[in-house]
């Protein structure tokens, strides 16, 4: 940059500049992060006993070694194992089942319009009161809850392209016709640019419905599982083993959504469609 009298500011100047109009960085802001976790386990080391009862809540380091009996026990290790599974293909099966009815009734208008009221209201039903019935059909195994999970995500799924197919341009997929465009033309080109956003977005939001869905399955009937053991604990009242199981599954949770975000940025970067940043900044 150059002052008004033709000298050229140092390029130090500018940084220290810029690092004062962003104001925290990220290494701050970590440490706030960290902080306020201190400060919460502090005050719940504190006041569990004195103020609030120790049955209900526990104690962070009773907490602490209940999460390492967890996983240093081969049971927790089979139980953690087999709720992963569970996760993954119930995931896994929603997102198939989603995306192939959402491209159908999409591409078939028609057939969108005569399912449609009656996909709402199969969704519009709890899933987890589906649970039962699931029981029934596929027992108290890992089926049972790998379907509850799926049924879960695969609506989500299926809503977010069944709509987003019905939003896309008309006009493009014209222009690329007229172009002298083929069908896979207009499926490179303007389905799958439209569909990318949402899709994504969908299973960000179906991650933790597949948790819930497996976890949910687990409470109701199950042999083993982290939802087993959570049961378990809570009819026991361990209050220290729930939260040990809690802990599980928001680390459980935080590498799904960790998974998920780095396969967004990385199929949206393939298909062209992240911001690109300026190569140069204009200069005064």
């Known amino acids: 940059m150059v002052t008004a009298t033709g000298v050229k500011a140092p390029a130090k100047a500018e940084g220290a500049t810029a690092r004062k109009k962003q104001g925290w960085g ?3 802001i970590v440490a706030a992060r960290v902080g306020v976790i201190v ?19 526990s104690k962070p380091t009773e907490v602490a070694v209940s999460l390492w009996k967890v996983l240093t026990s081969p049971t927790g290790w089979t139980d953690i194992w087999a709720t992963t599974v569970e996760i993954a293909v119930g995931f896994g099966l929603g997102v198939l089942i989603g995306t192939v009815l959402g491209l159908l009734l999409g591409t078939f208008p028609v057939a969108g319009r005569v399912l ?3 996909i709402a209201a199969i969704n519009g039903i709890p899933k987890i009161a589906l649970a039962p019935l699931f029981l029934l059909f596929f027992g108290i195994g890992a089926w049972s809850k790998i379907t509850i999970a799926a049924t879960g995500v695969a609506f989500v799924v299926f809503y977010n392209l069944y709509l987003g197919l019905r939003e896309r341009q008309r006009e493009l997929v014209q222009v690329v016709e007229v172009m002298g465009g083929r069908a896979h033309h207009v499926l490179a080109y303007v389905t799958i640019p ?6 994504f977005a969908a299973l960000k939001a179906g991650g933790p419905l597949a948790i819930l869905g497996v976890i949910g399955g687990e409470f109701i009937a199950s042999s083993e599982g982290v939802g087993h053991e959570l049961f378990n604990s809570a009819m026991a009242l361990d209050a220290s083993a729930e939260f040990a199981g809690l802990i599980v599954l928001v680390v459980m949770t935080l590498v799904l959504n960790g998974l998920l975000t780095q396969l967004d940025k990385y199929a949206l970067k393939r298909l062209g469609l992240v911001p690109r940043k300026k190569a140069a900044r204009t200069r005064a």
């Open 26 to 28: 990220s290494g701050r």
């Open 116 to 118: 449609e009221p009656l």
């Open 39 to 57: 400060v919460v386990l502090a005050l719940w080391q504190v006041l569990s006993g004195p103020l609030i009862p120790e049955y209900a809540i």
């Open 194 to 199: 439209t569909l990318a956003s949402p899709f």
